[in-house]
């Protein structure tokens, strides 16, 4: 697993999906400053890094959850990465979305999904988990049986962590955070000293002294 790690983190960083910027940070909605930025919808639209995202989760479902019965993509970034990969199994798929709607039947849940099935939902990046397990949430209101989750990457936040074992879902990703870090500094995306002030971001992003480191 660790050279999936390697190869996805490698793929990321060359497309832009994952953009390391740590003297100039990100803002994000909740006013955080942030030294990366993460875009794995690029990953739609680059076919070689795609192909070995997808081969990559459909390997993480069969290795940790083989007895999934269906897959559930999150709205919207996870929805086309469930797609594909239901695809390469035969596995029914479905997505949650953000809200009801407000029209027609007022579904949240799209696709057929029977009481009791076991479940792994999709996503593409776990920053705090809290919108990933508000999904699980839903699905489990339904009845379901969730089983786990599955991302190409996740940061690997300590509140991620808690919220995660609070709720007992077990995630497994791709690529985390970690690993690109190593693979950006081999690389020469970022200067080897960038690298700790990235990982005191990634263990409290509320902190924000590592914009001086």
């Known amino acids: 697993m660790n050279n999936i790690k390697k190869t996805v983190a490698e793929g990321l960083l060359k497309i832009g999906a994952v953009f390391l910027r740590p003297e100039q940070p990100f803002t994000w909605a909740s006013g955080i400053k942030s030294p990366i930025y993460c875009d794995n919808r690029l990953t739609l639209t680059a076919p070689e890094v ?16 083989p007895e999934c019965e269906v897959l559930m993509g999150t709205a919207t970034a996870g929805i086309a990465h469930a797609a594909i990969m239901a695809h390469i199994t035969g596995l029914p798929m479905g997505y949650v979305r953000s809200g009801a709607k407000d029209h027609g039947r007022a579904n949240r849940i799209e696709g057929r999904l029977e009481k009791g099935q076991k479940v792994v939902v999709v996503e593409d990046l776990i920053s705090t988990a809290k919108s990933s397990l508000e999904v699980v ?16 990457f996740t940061y690997g936040m300590q509140k991620a962590k808690e919220r995660l074992a609070e709720a007992e879902v077990k995630a497994v990703s791709l690529c985390d955070l970690d690993e690109l870090l190593d693979v950006a500094v081999e690389e020469g995306y970022i200067p080897a000293a960038a690298k700790t002030g990235i990982l005191a971001f990634r263990d409290d992003p509320s902190d924000e002294s590592w914009i001086n480191k």
Do not use: Y
């Open 137 to 152: 949430d839903a699905l489990r209101e339904e009845g379901a049986d969730v089983i786990g989750m599955v991302s190409i």
């Open 50 to 65: 795609r192909t070995k995202v997808e081969e990559g989760l459909v390997k993480l479902v069969r290795e940790h959850f």
